[in-house]
């Protein structure tokens, strides 16, 4: 019945839509802007930022979290599936880390509950990291640069898993994307759009996306099955929420995905299985909605959808703190 009401929601958006009026307030539009990040903790931020570039935290000394969320490429790794410990495949999409603090829940399958949460996962999956975080410890307890920080950090010389993540996710909330077209827009500037990208927006409202790519992030604050209308074939791998909560109504839903910066985020869906926004615009309509949308509508989206794409937040590579004789080594097997 849950996702029922999602269907319901879409016939009432659809017999409601209005089109929106050039110089009125945009207040009660379903997206909104987003807002730049103020930082509190700049040498919690900063030290996040070296855990987020160092590689050491991972088995091999080889992958860091960068290397699946490169923030050079949208925070994501433009792979229809990231490339982990060994070569190994993961069996999922790798999610944008911009504006990743928005979202409800952390993984496509929401099984980590903040950014904090989910920053520990990897560093312990055999088939990311593949380490543990007893070994990602006692590689920064080796470093005396490290020691030195989260001392300065946190005011104790022993590093726990708790403070790494910790800092990690501190770093990552400073990942927003502000200032985009649309927010221009959104925030009454007329000219920030041209005329098709507003029928671009005017389509995405009257054809329901708003019903589930709503709010800041345009996106990622709920979970919804795909192929809610017409079932999706392509993947058999992953079951999504299923795998947290074992209940049969969860079986392929995932969690909504934002579209902020989405032409920059290729391949899309969880399986990574379509790399033209064109076919994702279509797709979608037809297995979520059940509404047709032909060539000329899905160009006007797609347009609207790159006035989405925000100022990227310019981050300089840290200088990491030197390994010592004592530093565990990297291990390859």
Same mark, same amino acid.
């Given at each position: ?7 319901v ?6 017999a %409601?839509?209005?089109? !929106?009026? +050039?110089?009125?307030s945009r ?6 802007p987003? $807002? ?6 700049? @040498?919690?931020?900063?030290? #996040?930022k ?28 433009n792979l ?5 410990h ?14 990743? &603090?928005y979202n ?12 904090q949460?989910?920053a ?6 055999p088939m ?9 410890? $006692?590689?920064l307890q080796s470093?005396p ?7 300065? *950090?946190? #005011? ?5 898993? =708790?403070d790494?993540?910790?800092?990690i @996710? ?7 994307t502000?200032? &985009?077209?649309f927010d ?7 000219k920030?759009? %041209?005329k098709?990208?507003?029928a671009?927006?005017?389509l ?5 996306? !708003? %019903?589930?790519?709503?709010? @800041? ?13 017409? +079932? ?12 947290? !909560?074992?209940?049969e109504?969860?079986k ?5 995905p934002t579209?902020r910066n *989405?032409?920059? !985020?290729?391949p899309?869906?969880?399986?990574g299985s ?10 979608? @309509?037809?297995?979520q909605?059940?509404?047709?949308? =032909?060539?000329e $509508?899905?160009?006007?989206i ?6 989405? %794409? ?5 981050? &300089?590579?840290?200088i990491? +703190?030197?390994? *010592?004789?004592s530093? +565990?080594?990297?291990q390859m097997?």
């Amino acid at each position: 019945m849950k996702y029922l009401i999602v269907i319901v929601s879409t016939v009432l958006v659809l017999a %409601t839509a209005v089109a !929106t009026v +050039p110089g009125a307030s945009r207040d009660n539009e379903p997206l909104k802007p987003i $807002e730049p990040y103020k930082v509190t903790q700049p @040498a919690k931020v900063e030290l #996040g930022k070296m855990l987020f570039f160092d590689p050491r935290l991972s088995k091999s000394g080889f992958i860091s979290c960068n290397s699946c969320h490169n923030l050079a490429t949208g925070g994501v790794d433009n792979l229809p599936s990231s490339i982990g410990h060994k070569w190994q495949l993961g069996p999922i999409n790798s999610p944008t880390v911009f504006n990743a &603090s928005y979202n409800i829940a952390q993984f496509w399958d929401g099984r980590s509950k903040d950014l904090q949460d989910q920053a520990g996962g990897p560093i312990e999956n055999p088939m990311e990291m593949a380490g543990s975080h007893s070994l990602a410890i $006692e590689v920064l307890q080796s470093i005396p640069g490290y020691v030195k920080i989260f001392k300065n *950090v946190y #005011g104790t010389e022993k590093i726990n898993i =708790n403070d790494v993540t910790d800092a990690i @996710a501190e770093f990552e909330k400073t990942l927003v994307t502000p200032d &985009s077209r649309f927010d221009q827009w959104l925030k009454g500037d007329d000219k920030a759009i %041209t005329k098709t990208e507003l029928a671009g927006y005017e389509l995405f409202k009257g054809k329901a996306c !708003t %019903t589930c790519h709503m709010g @800041a992030a345009v996106g990622g604050s709920l979970f919804q099955k795909m192929g809610l209308v017409k +079932p999706y074939t392509k993947d058999t791998k992953t079951l999504g929420r299923y795998e947290v !909560t074992k209940q049969e109504s969860d079986k392929y839903v995932f969690k909504v995905p934002t579209l902020r910066n *989405v032409e920059l !985020t290729y391949p899309y869906f969880h399986d990574g299985s379509l790399w033209d926004l064109k076919d994702v615009v279509k797709t979608m @309509a037809d297995i979520q909605l059940g509404i047709p949308v =032909n060539d000329e $509508e899905a160009d006007k989206i797609v347009a609207f959808l790159k006035t989405l %794409t925000g100022t990227i937040p310019e981050v &300089s590579i840290p200088i990491l +703190p030197p390994s *010592v004789p004592s530093t +565990p080594r990297p291990q390859m097997d």
